[in-house]
C-alpha cells in the first residue's frame, strides 16, 4: 500500500522534472536544483545531513549539497523519486512516513508555490489530519523563536500551541497551511492572523521552523 509519504514523494519528485533545473522555490537562494541535492544529501549521506541540526556541522552538510547539485539534474530527480538506499534507516516504512511525509509535502509546496500560476491543493480530510497530528506534536519546536504567543487553529476549532507568551496572534487556517506557516513559509501560506496587528507582523516576518 502506497504510504502518504510515498505519495509526497513521487509528487515532489514530478514537480522538480516539470519545473526543470533552474526554477525558484520558496527556499530562499536556493533553484530546484539546489533543492533536489538537500533532499538527496538528508536521505543518502548522514554523515552530512547532521549539519541540518548541528551547526558546527552546517558547512559539511553545505559542501555535499554542493558537490551533489552538480550532478545531472536528471540524475538528481531520479535518486529522489526512487527513494532512499537500503542501508539508509529511511528506507523502513516506519521511519519513512514518520520522517518523510512532511518534508515532502513541504518541499512539494516550495516549488509548487514559487510559481506565479499557482492555486492551493485539495488535500483529503486523512491526509490533512495526518499533518495536523505532525503539527501539533512539533508546534512547540517550530515556534519556538517567535516573539509572540503563537496558538494554531483548524477551521474546526482544534488548536495547538506554537509558543506562549503575550500579545497571542492566533492563526487559523486548514492543516496543511498551518503546516507551511509554522514551516516558516508564512508569505505563502493561505491563512488568517488574529491579534494586536504589530504582534501578527512580528508573527509574520518570525524565524518559525527547524
Known amino acids: 500500500m502506497s504510504t502518504h509519504a510515498t505519495r509526497e514523494?513521487?509528487?515532489?519528485?514530478?514537480?522538480?522534472?516539470?519545473?526543470?533545473?533552474?526554477?525558484?522555490?520558496?527556499c530562499e537562494g536556493w533553484t530546484t536544483r539546489d533543492l533536489a541535492a538537500h533532499a538527496v544529501v538528508r536521505e543518502r549521506r548522514p554523515d552530512a545531513a547532521a549539519g541540518l541540526l548541528i551547526k558546527p556541522l552546517a558547512a559539511r552538510n553545505e559542501r555535499v549539497r554542493a558537490e551533489?547539485?552538480?550532478?545531472?539534474?536528471?540524475?538528481?530527480?531520479?535518486?529522489?523519486?526512487?527513494?532512499?538506499?537500503?542501508?539508509?534507516?529511511?528506507?523502513?516504512k516506519q521511519v519513512d512516513e514518520a520522517a518523510n511525509t512532511v518534508e515532502f509535502y513541504v518541499h512539494a509546496e516550495d516549488v509548487r508555490r514559487a510559481q506565479p500560476d499557482w492555486t492551493p491543493r485539495t488535500l483529503d480530510p486523512v491526509f490533512s489530519d495526518v499533518l495536523w497530528a505532525r503539527l501539533e506534536k512539533a508546534a512547540r519546536v517550530l515556534g519556538r523563536a517567535c516573539p509572540v504567543g503563537l496558538v494554531l487553529r483548524r477551521p474546526d476549532g482544534q488548536t495547538a500551541v506554537?509558543?506562549?507568551?503575550?500579545?497571542?496572534?492566533?492563526?487559523?487556517?486548514?492543516?496543511?497551511?498551518?503546516?507551511?506557516?509554522?514551516?516558516?513559509?508564512?508569505?505563502?501560506?493561505?491563512?488568517?492572523?488574529?491579534?494586536?496587528?504589530?504582534?501578527?507582523?512580528?508573527?509574520?516576518?518570525?524565524?518559525?521552523?527547524?
Open 68 to 92: 551533489f547539485a552538480a550532478k545531472p539534474y536528471e540524475e538528481l530527480v531520479r535518486l529522489v523519486r526512487g527513494g532512499p538506499p537500503r542501508r539508509s534507516p529511511y528506507a523502513i
Open 9 to 26: 514523494r513521487l509528487l515532489f519528485a514530478d514537480l522538480l522534472e516539470g519545473a526543470g533545473p533552474d526554477a525558484p522555490t520558496l
Open 162 to 210: 506554537a509558543r506562549r507568551g503575550t500579545p497571542v496572534v492566533t492563526v487559523t487556517g486548514e492543516p496543511g497551511e498551518l503546516l507551511l506557516f509554522a514551516f516558516g513559509r508564512q508569505d505563502a501560506a493561505r491563512v488568517e492572523l488574529e491579534g494586536d496587528k504589530d504582534a501578527a507582523v512580528r508573527a509574520q516576518e518570525a524565524s518559525l521552523g527547524l
